[in-house]
């Protein structure tokens, strides 16, 4: 058995784009469908995203950022029929179908919990992190996000000796992936092998299913992952999410649960067969000498509708670097009576979790994504550390960074703003810059 070594879990943040908008494209996400249409706040988005991760660093936790997506993507609407210049083709977009131009305009890649899945070097048979982007087939919007967010990934952690970086599952019929929101890890300590958990919510292969709404993660999709990711059969385990969450609106399974160390977080329906889910998990870990911790939350003391509106699952589950585990969570979920309840109880006694701390992230919770979906979680050694020189956080970087927000993001953008071609020329001189200030040299599109 592979001995533990030091490890640290890094998040990279999505920075919140400029583009940040109510489209209500995503469906079975209760909060975006809700928000259609109103008026968004790029620049508070951004500057909350950052004062996250700025809270992040104060806690003692290693904090990376991963940049926004170019939107509008004018390449596919090009693939699309439109031609002309960049004007031309925007204007032709917004006139002839705006619906598309708005799919095409989403700043959704700032939740990087959907990114894709990363596996660390403590589990993979050849001792390296490994890295799929997720293909995010459900949805048109971010069905494009996976290559560049493979290019993004593989500029970062871009030693071969450390780093093993796979294609998106390739995506068809219901061949879904949506990345690090439906995957958890358990292990006594970060460089410590440990027992990865897919969770499913359908099978791509599935016929007639008569639900309300549909599950977006594949099983098939999951499988693939943990075989590219050469993990051990003995140490991986499959679990399908309830139809009931999916069906309430908990359209990724980290919205009804979150895991850390030794420590699962759940609601009582997460799961579709929590017994065998939880045996299967107890097997797994046994065969690495150590014994996993269930915590629910029972639905007769916060319901799903509310675990969904407070986002009390989608919440960060971190130790610091005492030693000490805590909830970073939304303000939504101090707000809410019942989940406020059930955390002081919880924390007053004897249990792991022993402290929560709230943040203000109603832009990106208006749109369906709170804590946990805005980051991308990677455990990374000394060694494969001292490698990734980019895109790590300190505090003069956070600042830049909000300098370049104040400078660049509106304070208020509607639908029809898309197609104006003087925002576009504001996101590029933005995005331009930014590759600067992160030294990511010409990753996107437009620069090339």
């Known amino acids: 058995m592979r001995s533990a070594v030091k490890a640290f879990e890094y998040n990279f943040d999505g920075l919140v784009g400029p583009t940040h908008n109510y489209g209500g494209l995503a469906i079975g996400n209760l909060a975006s469908m809700g928000n259609s249409g109103t008026i968004s706040n790029p620049r508070a988005a951004a500057l909350q995203g950052l004062q996250k991760m700025r809270t992040m660093l104060e806690m003692g936790m290693p904090q990376g950022i991963l940049p926004p997506h170019e939107r509008p993507f004018l390449p596919r609407l090009r693939q699309h029929g439109f031609s002309g210049n960049d004007e031309q083709v925007l204007q032709a977009a917004w006139q002839n179908d705006p619906a598309l131009l708005c799919n095409l305009s989403s700043a959704a890649a700032m939740w990087t919990a959907n990114a894709a899945t990363v596996c660390p070097s403590a589990d993979s048979e050849d001792g390296k992190v490994h890295f799929t982007p997720a293909n995010l087939a459900a949805m048109y919007h971010r069905s494009i996000e996976h290559d560049f967010t493979g290019r993004v990934l593989r500029q970062i952690f871009g030693d071969e000796k450390y780093f093993a970086h796979h294609k998106a599952v390739p995506a068809g019929g219901k061949m879904g992936d949506e990345g690090a929101a439906n995957h958890g890890r358990f292990a006594p300590s970060h460089g410590a092998p440990g027992v990865q958990l897919f969770v499913y919510g359908r099978s791509a292969f599935e016929k007639g299913l008569d639900v309300y709404f549909e599950g977006r993660q594949a099983l098939e999709a999951s499988q693939a992952i943990a075989r590219q990711h050469r993990l051990a059969p003995s140490q991986t385990v499959f679990a399908r999410q309830s139809q009931k969450a999916i069906d309430a609106g908990a359209f990724h399974n980290d919205v009804v649960s979150v895991t850390n160390g030794r420590v699962l977080f759940y609601h009582q329906h997460s799961f579709e067969n929590t017994e065998q889910c939880f045996a299967d ?28 509106a407070s986002y009390l699952f989608n919440s960060q589950l971190i130790t610091t670097p005492d030693g000490e585990m805590g909830l970073i969570l939304p303000q939504e979920a101090h707000d809410n009576p019942r989940t406020k309840t059930w955390l002081d109880a919880h924390m007053a006694g004897n249990g792991p979790i022993r402290f929560a701390k709230y943040l203000d992230l109603k832009q990106s919770m208006r749109n369906g994504g709170g804590p946990a979906c805005l980051r991308l979680r990677v455990v990374l050694n000394e060694n494969e550390a001292a490698s990734v020189s980019k895109c790590v956080l300190d505090e003069a970087l956070i600042s830049h960074l909000e300098q370049w927000v104040e400078k660049h993001y509106r304070d208020r953008l509607e639908i029809k703003d898309l197609g104006d071609p003087q925002f576009l020329k504001e996101v590029y001189a933005a995005l331009d810059e930014l590759t600067n200030i992160l030294s990511l040299g010409a990753i996107y599109d437009f620069q090339r």
């Open 281 to 308: 998990i107890r097997r797994a870990c046994a065969t690495l000498g150590f014994e996993p911790d269930f915590i629910e939350v029972a639905a007769d003391a916060v319901s799903l509708e509310d675990a969904i």
